[in-house]
């Protein structure tokens, strides 16, 4: 969530920033409802002062030995009940416009960063750098990861989809051992990193989801339980964000560094027709996620570690990839900056992203009252939160299955992950 205090006083740079982004939004009415809530609020307070006022006056009259149905008394305790009715008018009213304020504020996105490159689509995010074209495999007939998935017996869509619908998948045999080793391993590598592992509900509230900005927003991107206020997490960070929800930590506590495999559920509103085959876009996928909560003098420190802590786990599988920052049109709604990291995927002769690193600075702090106080200095502030896949499962063994491809339709096993699955070769 934006600070209303932010908006008010820089409102051209708001608007800009806003602007620059994909989608209209619009501060205007904000600061209209912002102004009529303060005009309310100043009212309201020179009320409260004379009705204050005149309970003084009255006191000290009736101290001084003026009988206390004087006709003067009278008429100040006929003026103070007449401001307690006024009072009792506006409190109300000042209420309504400060909800009003917070449903048109969560409606608005995060602010892109200085750092952030300004365009409108992905075509304009900027490469920033690459690794591991030495590993980029020079066979020119691999075969798409569901096609030798398939072959191998360890990869069946069909049955799926009689169990559920399209967009899900079943892996078998090999295949599910596959999946469960990659997530072994990435869990050891990022807790040898120094992310404590949790494992968190599946299923969170609505509270929960509003305050790491997919409601209201996104409602139509999840899956909600009809009986109750339950949805199906999209990604863990949303209940390891909504761990610390409405505490205040410790200075010397930061950072705090997570890290939780959990399943994700995703309904890929208006996504259809794209990535219909294979692991690269499902409603269920499994992923390790990545959450960190720092100080803010350090949280853009902390974005180039949390790339680095993604990126170990692709050079440790020798898996090409590269980086891009993505500009203002292609941020995510929470994110001010965000690396994506892509990995080759030979059968297509592309880039695909396998983790999206991004900071959201104060943003889903604000909007979930996570707040730190440091020793010997007055009030609070907002922590930054960050997160990141470390990293997403299926897209992982999708570029295995491509990338190791050998011209025998085997696949071999990354070195760094044979000893977590226990074969060199499938």
């Keep these: 969530m934006l600070d209303i205090k932010q908006i008010r006083e820089n409102p051209q740079l708001i608007q800009e920033r806003l602007d620059s982004r994909s989608g209209r939004y619009d501060i205007q009415p904000i600061l209209q409802l912002d102004r009529q809530q303060r005009e309310l609020e100043v009212t309201r307070s020179q009320l409260q002062a004379r009705s204050n006022e005149i309970g003084k006056i009255v006191g000290q009259k009736i101290k001084s030995g003026i009988d206390s149905q004087d006709s003067e008394i009278q008429t100040l305790r006929d003026e103070g009940n007449s401001i307690r009715t006024q009072l009792s008018e506006l409190e109300p009213q000042e209420k309504d416009l400060k909800a009003e304020i917070a449903q048109l504020l969560l409606a608005l996105p995060n602010l892109p960063s200085d750092s952030t490159p300004i365009g409108k689509s992905e075509e304009e995010n900027v490469e920033v750098r690459r690794w591991g074209d030495e590993y980029i495999p020079q066979n020119p007939n691999i075969l798409p990861h569901w096609e030798i998935g398939e072959k191998l017996g360890i990869l069946n869509v069909e049955r799926a989809v009689k169990v559920a619908q399209s967009r899900f998948i079943t892996l078998i045999g090999a295949g599910a051992a596959l999946e469960r080793a990659l997530i072994q391993f990435m869990l050891s590598v990022q807790t040898e990193a120094g992310y404590i592992e949790v494992s968190p509900p599946l299923l969170v509230n609505t509270a929960s989801l509003t305050a790491t900005g997919q409601l209201p927003k996104f409602a139509e991107e999840s ?3 009809a009986d109750d206020d339950l949805w199906l997490i999209p990604t863990a960070e949303v209940p390891v964000t909504n761990l610390y929800r409405g505490e205040i930590l410790a200075a010397e506590d930061l ?18 027709g794209r990535d219909m085959r294979g692991l690269i876009r499902l409603h269920q996928f499994n992923k390790v996620e990545l959450v960190k909560f720092v100080h803010p003098s350090t949280s853009f420190e902390e974005l180039e570690r949390l790339v680095g802590n993604a990126e ?8 090409p990839y590269r980086i891009v920052s993505l500009c203002s049109g292609d941020l995510g709604f929470s994110s001010t900056k965000t690396y994506d990291l892509e990995v080759w995927l030979p059968s297509s002769g592309k880039y695909r992203e396998i983790s999206s690193c991004s900071n959201t600075m104060d943003f889903q702090a604000r909007r979930a009252d996570i707040r730190f106080k440091e020793a010997g200095k007055k009030g609070t502030q907002f922590v930054h939160t960050l997160n990141g896949s470390g990293l997403a499962v299926g897209r992982t063994m999708a570029a295995i299955l491509e990338n190791y491809q050998q011209p025998d339709d085997t696949v071999k096993i990354p070195e760094a992950l044979q000893p977590y699955l226990g074969r060199e070769v499938l």
């Design 312 to 319: 170990a786990i692709l050079q440790a599988l020798q898996l």
């Design 255 to 272: 950072p705090i560094y997570h890290c939780a495999y959990t399943p994700c559920f995703r309904r890929e509103a208006g996504s259809y």
């Design 223 to 225: 899956f909600k339980c």
